[in-house]
């Protein structure tokens, strides 16, 4: 089993930056493909980036592309979510969960699920 907890949410105003940290424990870290979601209020939870094993190769969704990054440190245990050029479209809860699948681009391909953090975005 894998525990993940996220941090780093926050409040920023439209164009700002934010950096969020997954930091994982329990299972070997290296051998799950990390992905970051997000929800917004009556939405369903929709795919942002995933990361794979080594952290070689990426994939983004379209609507963040060109303005996040996803990057994983496997001496750490964390993985993180770089955003910047934020809009307030961007407003969600951000989850980080873990899979034994690539590519998982879908939230049922998901074993473990962090809790979430905030994001809100203000112009």
């Known amino acids: 089993q894998v525990q993940l907890v996220e941090s780093g949410g926050g409040s920023v105003q439209a164009g700002g930056s934010l950096r969020l940290s997954c930091r994982a424990s329990?299972?070997?870290?290296?051998?799950?493909?990390m992905g970051w979601f997000r929800q917004s209020p009556g939405k369903e939870r929709e795919f942002v980036t995933v990361?794979?094993?080594?952290?070689?190769?990426?994939d983004y969704a379209d609507s963040v592309k060109g303005r996040v990054t996803i990057s994983r440190d496997n001496a750490k245990n964390t993985v993180y979510l770089q955003m910047n050029t934020l809009k307030p479209e961007d407003t969600a809860v951000y989850y980080c969960?873990?899979?034994?699948?690539?590519?998982?681009?879908?939230?049922?391909?998901?074993?473990?699920w962090g809790q979430g953090t905030q994001v809100t975005v203000s112009s």
């Open positions: 969960a873990a899979s034994r699948r690539w590519p998982a681009l879908t939230t049922a391909e998901y074993n473990y």
């Open positions: 329990g299972d070997t870290f290296n051998t799950y493909v």
């Open positions: 990361i794979n094993w080594s952290g070689v190769i990426t």
